[in-house]
């Protein structure tokens, strides 16, 4: 699902949205809160009006930019105090507080309040930060109070697989409307983050979304179908749009690059989307180089539209038993990214 | 009409701005001659294909963002050297040249080469401005070799009424598509540009288009009208969106205050456009007051939607022979700007 992190996803109006086939999307609780506050979202008639988007929402918790942005000042049992990154406000962030702000903005599905470590990361850490989320997510459901709204919990454990089962079996038991994995896309490899998958996946309830949450690149999602998740949000078809880069089936393309100059192909032969309808690479390319807005809307449009036709084919393959083949139509399923993977998740 | 300064109205794409009710844009041959060159646009299809716009394009000829955005190196009867803004370049521009690259870029209609210089401005500059200009005119209609594209010349002169109206009899002894009145909204005051607006008029022919160059705010085009000018360019709809000033009939509004934090209602009540169709000015203000690019995107929707509700309603109040209505309807067209009027040309 898109990401939009202060209240629309960047660049791209709804409309606009709707047309490449996109139905949920994300807000940040941590950027709604500081601007412009859950209480002003709730008072011009919650996330949905407010954005006017009438497909599903669901906010994350704030606490992945809490841990990632703000300047931490304290982590305890009962939660986290820090200072916003935009005026240096201090602030408290606990499981109460990360519901019934979320409870205010009104989504569709909220999540719990988690501790995300960053990997690497020693046994102790991981451990301590398991169990805080277990505690944490306990409390969540408590203290959730729009029963309307469903409430998934988040798995922990970085690369430990014993330690994120027993996350698992714990939330589980606490029991929630859907399970995400939290914690990945955070500096691990590919490769280790294809190893733990599975082992998670197998513990949650198949008849229950199960949401890896921030991931992320197709090899990622990917590794992350195979090992039986549902359910992604990531970042990158709009911030990777913004800063000219196109994904395709056949690989990744640099707008800004002179080979673009005169090529009057559109990103994609075979893409439906507005700006391929529309658009020649050269034209996409002159308008980045001048500064133009609508490089970057442009862009973004068609990013959310390839991961919308790649996720779309991979559920077609799935009915088919025949995900190998997606390899073959979309090669850069199995790129290795040439660039450091960037954190996905702002 | 929008203008498209390096090919795209900046931030709104074809689809949107085609549902505002714009039919006509503007591009600049100076930006376009700069990057990515008409030669480029021209391999590419010529600048309908390459923007994507299938309705009428005017270019203008170059000359006014020479002499206000370059550096001006030599002007003389043959032409101007100048220097670019973007690299520092030594380039020329004279009528052949301007002809030749908006023969390349292949608008449906372009503009002779004319030189404006700016306001206020001594007799003998103005006269050698007017003499030049009609040169230069004769010269790019000799030069023009694609008879499908209109060519419009240009009136200059200043505030000086008996040189704009030697300058328009002279053009029109050349014989054009159009008659353009150039040199204005460059310093002088509303009232001063009021004045002369009437006498050039009527020396135009009543049967070709007569084209008031970028212009302007409400009132500026109102008085226009008055005059008897049929057409008109600006930047203004498109800028003030991008800097947060939304337009309304009942005047100016300034996205960035703290009054519209909770404010729940459209720009204006009773526009059409998607921006209003959808969206409160509590979240036009958060999208600006936190960086996003839809704040501009939506604003300069509205704004272009303002302007052509407003252009229909002049036209209808003409048919109906009671155009001073509009000054009830739109308060906007007779008030006087709270800031200093910028130069309304990029």
């Given at each position: ?10 660049g ?15 807000g ?22 407010f954005?006017n ?22 982590i ?35 999540m719990?309040?988690d501790?995300c470590p960053?990997l ?7 451990e ?52 995400a ?12 983050m ?31 179908v195979?090992a039986g ?10 911030r990777?749009?913004?800063n ?6 056949a690989?990744?393309?640099k707008?800004?690059n ?10 994609e ?19 980045f ?13 068609h990013?959310?539209?390839f ?28 790129m290795v ?10």
């Open positions: 699902m898109p990401v939009g992190t202060a209240g629309s996803v960047k791209v109006t709804p409309a606009q949205l709707r047309e490449t086939g996109a139905t949920m999307i994300l940040n609780t941590y950027h709604l809160q500081l601007r412009p506050t859950a209480d002003v979202v709730a008072a011009l008639g919650g996330l949905h009006r954005m988007w009438d497909g599903p929402i669901l906010t994350d918790s704030g606490g992945y930019q809490v841990f990632s942005l703000a300047g931490i000042n304290k305890t049992d009962d939660g986290v105090e820090f200072q916003s990154h935009i005026d240096g406000a201090h602030l408290t962030l606990n499981a109460r507080i990360a519901t019934e702000v979320q409870n205010k903005l009104g989504a569709d599905v909220i719990a309040f501790e960053p690497p990361c020693d046994r102790e850490t991981l301590r930060a398991v169990n805080r989320s277990v505690k944490w997510a306990g409390e969540c459901k408590d203290a959730h109070n729009r029963p309307e709204q469903a409430l998934f919990g988040i798995v922990q454990g970085g690369l430990d697989v014993e330690l994120r089962e027993h996350c698992a079996r714990e939330l589980i038991d606490i029991g929630f409307d859907g399970y994995i939290g914690g990945l896309s955070v500096g691990e490899t590919h490769e280790q294809a190893s733990v998958l599975g082992p998670i996946a197998k513990v949650l309830p198949v008849d229950k979304p199960r949401y890896l949450m921030g991931v992320g690149m197709p090899r990622d999602i990917l590794a992350a195979r998740v549902d359910m992604f949000d990531c970042v990158l078809p709009t990777n749009g913004r000219s880069n196109a994904f395709t089936a690989g990744p393309l707008m800004r002179e080979q673009y100059r005169l090529d009057d192909r559109p990103f032969e075979d893409c439906d989307c507005e700006a391929c309808r529309g658009f020649s690479r050269a034209y996409i390319r002159h308008l180089n001048v500064g133009e807005m609508l490089g970057p809307t442009l862009t973004s449009i990013n959310l539209r991961y919308q036709r790649f996720m779309a084919r991979i559920r077609e393959l799935i009915i088919a038993d025949d995900l190998d083949s997606i390899v073959t139509e979309f090669p850069i399923a199995q990214p040439d660039e450091n993977k960037e954190n996905l998740c702002t």
